[in-house]
């Protein structure tokens, strides 16, 4: 059974950077395409990227200039690093994989509560 | 960026009724990237729906899906009581991937 669990500071100072790790069980992470989403209550969900254990990653273009995903093979893990956060970043942050086969989300982790403090 | 817009905000329906709801993208989709979510409080959104039409595994045949192009449709037959929650279309026709800002599905 596949299983995603999102890790990481639930509070970040305004202007610093947020760090979030999806760890993945159940299956090898060197296959899929791993996604990172954040839901608001104002905007509500927002895809914010992919990364791919070949190196590949797609951002957001509202995020790509703060935006940095990757994969760790060794570690069955993938990361979200956003710099120079503000309010606005305050988000549930999920992760999680894409179906190739479905075009759709098919398996999340249950999010992550992230709160950007001044 | 396709924007997805669905209708009705809400939808007030008792058990045993059927819902109907709506997804019109700003411009046309393959309806092979158009999927249906269902989001309960305090859980990740679990997809219904994929390839505008097709049930995800486990998912009763009391959720269907339709439509092409911009307008597409999901219907749940006869409401139970655990389908009373928020609904969301996404699609990944070309970046960004975006969702639709959801319908709410509540008891009348």
């Known amino acids: 059974q596949v299983h995603l669990q999102e890790s990481g500071p639930g509070l970040v100072k305004s202007s610093e950077t947020l760090s979030l790790t999806c760890t993945v069980s159940?299956?090898?992470?060197?296959?899929?395409?791993w996604n990172w989403i954040r839901q608001t209550p104002g905007k509500g969900l927002e895809w914010i990227g992919f990364?791919?254990?070949?190196?590949?990653?797609m951002y957001n273009p509202s995020l790509k200039s703060r935006l940095t995903l990757s994969v760790d093979t060794s570690r069955n893990q993938f990361s979200l690093r956003l710099t120079s956060v503000t309010a606005a970043d305050t988000a549930v942050y999920f992760c999680?994989?894409?179906?190739?086969?479905?075009?759709?989300?098919?398996?999340w982790g249950q999010g992550t509560l992230v709160t950007v403090s001044s | 960026e396709i924007v997805l817009t669905q209708s009705p905000g809400t939808l007030s329906l008792s058990p045993g009724e059927r819902a109907t709801l709506f997804c019109r993208a700003s411009?046309?989709?393959?309806?092979?990237?158009l999927a249906w979510y269902q989001q309960k409080p305090g859980q990740a959104p679990k997809v219904l729906i994929y390839?505008?039409?097709n049930r995800a595994t486990g998912i009763p045949d009391r959720f269907s899906g339709s439509g092409s192009g911009t307008d597409f449709t999901l219907t749940i037959s006869r409401l139970e009581p655990e389908d009373f929650t928020v609904y969301y279309c996404?699609?990944?026709?070309?970046?960004?991937?975006?969702f639709g800002g959801g319908t709410k599905v509540e008891i009348k």
């Open positions: 999680a994989r894409w179906s190739s086969t479905w075009r759709s989300f098919d398996c």
């Open positions: 159940g299956v090898s992470i060197s296959s899929h395409y």
């Open positions: 990364s791919h254990y070949t190196g590949r990653t």
């Open positions: 411009q046309s989709v393959s309806s092979s990237d």
């Open positions: 390839g505008a039409s």
């Open positions: 996404q699609h990944y026709n070309n970046s960004p991937l975006t």
